[in-house]
T-cell receptor
Framework: GQNIDQPTEMTATEGAIVQINCTYQ??????LFWYQQHAGEAPTFLSY??LDGLEEKGRFSSFLSRSKGYSYLLLKELQMKDSASYLC??????????WGAGTKLIIKP | IAGITQAPTSQILAAGRRMTLRCTQD?????MYWYRQDLGLGLRLIHY???????GKGEVPDGYSVSRANTDDFPLTLASAVPSQTSVYFC?????????????FGPGTRLTVL
């Protein structure tokens, strides 16, 4: 079967750093996406990894290890507006996305 | 402003009724998708279209149909709605020639079937 696992919910403090993990078991791998989704809104693209290593984009970074079936999203200098759900999605063998259930991130002042 | 629009924003529907959710994009993307999002579950693919004139079944296609007569429009039809189809429906599109082939999402339609 195909499986994407993320923590259901995480809490962090404004100004801090948080790491959201995603592990996957899929039949085929053609890349991994992270999306952000604010409550009641559509998902929006954050990052894409297809090779092992770290991709940095401003306050957000994403890491991939294909051999471990593992990725994480790192958010630095947290702001209240970062309160949202973060969705991990793997591009499978048929090039369709397989989505995790998402991690709800709560930022406290 | 380029993007994807969906209509209606929300709808309450009696079971057994027919309903079409509309989706239009103006980015000239070749691929389009319909997902449903339910609490505690990931986005689940209902149907997709890789190019105008072709469609394919996703993970949860039963009870839904789609058509892709042109590049811009990708309507989703529920022939006879059932309460289990209560969900938030998102339409998305992607450009296979883009850097990441990331999907761009519409604002969603919140559907309640009673």
């Amino acid at each position: 079967g195909q499986n994407i696992d993320q923590p259901t919910e995480m809490t962090a403090t404004e100004g801090a750093i948080v790491q959201i993990n995603c592990t996957y078991q899929t039949s085929g791998f053609n890349g991994l996406f992270w999306y952000q989704q604010h409550a009641g809104e559509a998902p929006t693209f954050l990052s894409y990894n297809v090779l092992d290593g770290l991709e940095e984009k401003g306050r957000f970074s994403s890491f991939l290890s294909r051999s471990k079936g593992y990725s994480y999203l790192l958010l630095k200098e947290l702001q209240m507006k970062d309160s949202a759900s973060y969705l991990c999605a793997v591009v499978g063998s048929n090039y369709q996305l397989i989505w995790g259930a998402g991690t709800k991130l709560i930022i406290k002042p | 402003i380029a993007g994807i629009t969906q209509a209606p924003t929300s709808q309450i529907l009696a079971a057994g009724r027919r309903m079409t959710l509309r989706c239009t994009q103006d980015m000239r993307h070749n691929a389009m998708y319909w997902y449903r999002q339910d609490l505690g579950l990931g986005l689940r693919l209902i149907h997709y279209s890789n190019t105008a004139g072709t469609t394919g079944k996703g993970e949860v296609p039963d009870g839904y149909s789609v058509s892709r007569a042109n590049t811009d429009d990708f309507p989703l039809t529920l022939a006879s709605a059932v309460p289990s189809q209560t969900s938030v429906y998102f339409c998305a599109s992607s450009d296979a020639g883009g850097d990441y082939n990331e999907q761009f999402f519409g604002p969603g339609t919140r559907l309640t079937v009673l």
